[in-house]
């Protein structure tokens, strides 16, 4: 079977060619619907309105939330779907539906084993990645989340060009892309031989991909997910579309058919899905009046989340029934970002996600110089804070000394050694020689700044935060440097210079989304199911609520909900 090109494909169809499924979005959610449908055999469409798939999965640790599944037991936990629904129970409660929870966790692992058995994708259990909010009942230190395994697209071809390039700040050496395990080996490669070799085998993997290919070949984390899933997809001969809009969706009743009006580069046809429309566009992020309407006001634009989720197609869909979900905690999942002016022009927004924050010899303050939070909290939980906090938590600083520089890094500025030089120039780094001087340099009381420090030295001298906690629990410690005790979240701040960089709030994937159910068809706000419309991915409303109970929760039910939309379509 011929698949269409996925740059001009539109002039090759007929109008009203016809698909069983047709799947609108082409990040993980959607190239696993797409999966999904061709392994049940039926005719599918995948359909990306930017020039690249992967969605945001592609910039992102790729982590995959799906308990009960064959990898559980590649790990010592003992879990149970009881175990998990009460857990997410108490972490979710009422701001989603239990119904919507339990057909997930029920679903999950056979949605993992169809994807893992028929297609390229491979997961490993997390060596150790604790539920983020770990001191719930039946949480769990690990075989909940898994990892997708590195991958080399060998046989990509052209199709190597259709993957999302990664954050810039995210790779070395100009685009190679690393995993925790390359950056061990990458900071030992000095001191043992099996590290030397390591290092010394990716980067002249990645010479050589550079010189033919011109990027490299290698993925790892969110990347390797989307590579598998893109080579899976030409294996199967799955039609598919880039930067193609969908201009139209309209349901035939009288027919049984779903009709959608796709554009591409100036040429536009009318195609027919028979059994399903999946939307799986990445839910409203970039959409400015949206952003206005749903978003907190003092939230930046700035988010490391990638472009198209326009939520264009939202709009078609209300007009068929659809709407959005409510009654959740928070309307997007947060981090907390600093942003640099790049050689290009562009800006970086890197997420402060684990390297830094929890690290001992660092602490955050706001713009007053006062702690306000637990800096090992998750992502999600700390841009909460900083969204609740007021004025004083527009922005905020996180702080370390030349030690913990040194050591662990400060956003971009990488750990083992980065030149700081650069980023004091462009004021991306601040940096006094006493407390003072930088609390003058980040315009913060210094007194207020002073006792800041001086209670986390405090904390640290007697391995327990009473402030707030910091280093409490097996994901918070987790964090940290388990090289130093007793709490390897605390350490002293006390080697001159001092160093700051900028914090602000921003969101990493929208949490409010149009209602669905357990077969992830979208209802209207009467509770009827909208003939042959699904959801999944952030386009569906959040089973989580507006919640963060652990790593993936985004990724692991987009796959999952990908799953139960196939099954209920072809039925």
Not at 308 to 337: I, N
Not at 487 to 502: F, H, I, K, S, W
Not at 530 to 552: Q, V
């Amino acid at each position: 079977m011929r698949q269409l090109n996925p740059y001009t494909g539109l002039k090759q169809c007929s109008d009203l060619t016809q698909y069983d499924i047709i799947v609108l979005g082409a990040g993980a959610g959607g190239m696993a619907a797409a999966l999904f449908g061709a392994i049940e055999g039926k005719k599918v469409l995948l359909v990306e309105r930017t020039h690249f798939v992967g969605g945001t999965t592609a910039l992102s640790g790729g982590t995959t939330w799906v308990p009960m599944t064959r990898y559980l037991h590649d790990t010592a936990m003992q879990d149970s779907k009881e175990k998990v629904m009460n857990f997410l129970d108490h972490a979710v409660g009422n701001r989603s539906k239990h119904s919507l929870r339990r057909a997930f966790v029920d679903h999950g692992a056979k949605a993992i084993d169809t994807l893992v058995d028929h297609t390229e994708v491979r997961f490993r259990a997390c060596a150790y990645h604790p539920d983020y909010l770990a001191d719930l009942p039946d949480a769990s230190l690990n075989g909940r989340a898994l990892e997708p395994l590195p991958y080399v697209g060998q046989r990509l071809g052209k199709a190597l060009n259709l993957l999302r390039h990664p954050i810039p700040e995210f790779t070395v050496l100009g685009g190679m892309m690393v995993n925790r395990e390359d950056i061990g080996h990458l900071l030992s490669r000095f001191k043992n031989a099996a590290s030397f070799l390591y290092t010394a085998r990716v980067v002249t993997q990645y010479a050589i991909d550079r010189a033919l290919y011109g990027r490299t070949r290698r993925s790892v984390m969110g990347h390797a997910l989307v590579a598998r899933m893109l080579q899976s997809l030409l294996d199967k001969h799955i039609d598919l579309l880039v930067d193609t809009e969908t201009l139209a969706i309209d349901n035939d009743s009288s027919a049984h058919v779903s009709q959608l009006t796709l554009r591409q580069h100036g040429e536009s046809r009318r195609l027919i899905a028979k059994k399903a429309v999946i939307l799986a566009s990445g839910g409203f992020a970039r959409n400015p009046e949206k952003r206005a309407a749903l978003l907190p006001s003092q939230l930046p634009n700035d988010s490391p989340s990638a472009e198209g989720h326009s939520s264009d197609l939202h709009a078609q869909v209300e007009a068929l029934g659809a709407h959005y979900g409510e009654g959740h905690d928070q309307a997007a999942f947060w981090a907390p970002v600093s942003t640099r002016l790049r050689k290009d022009g562009s800006t970086a927004v890197f997420p402060h996600f684990v390297f830094d924050r929890s690290k001992p010899g660092t602490l955050c303050v706001n713009a007053r110089g006062q702690r306000f939070v637990n800096e090992t909290v998750s992502y999600h939980e700390f841009g909460k804070a900083m969204l609740n906090g007021g004025q004083d938590t527009t922005y905020a600083w996180i702080i370390t000394d030349a030690k913990g520089l040194e050591k662990y890094g400060l956003g971009m500025v990488r750990l083992g050694g980065d030149n700081p030089h650069p980023y004091l120039q462009d004021g991306y780094l601040k940096t006094g020689d006493s407390i003072a001087q930088l609390a003058q340099q980040i315009q913060v009381d210094d007194v207020l700044l002073t006792n800041s420090i001086h209670s986390i030295n405090e904390a640290a001298n007697i391995g327990h935060d009473k402030a707030f906690g910091r280093g409490r629990t097996a994901y918070q410690k987790a964090n940290g440097d388990p090289n130093h005790q007793p709490n390897p979240t605390l350490g002293a701040l006390d080697q001159p210079p001092y160093y700051a960089v900028r914090l602000q709030p921003a969101d990493i994937g929208t949490a409010q989304g149009l209602v669905g159910n357990e077969h992830a068809q979208l209802l209207t706000r009467q509770g009827t199911p909208i003939d042959r419309l699904y959801a999944c991915g952030n386009d569906l409303h959040s089973i989580m609520g507006g919640t963060y109970p652990g790593p993936g929760i985004t990724i692991g039910p987009a796959i999952v909900f990908a799953y139960l939309a196939i099954q209920h379509a072809i039925r």
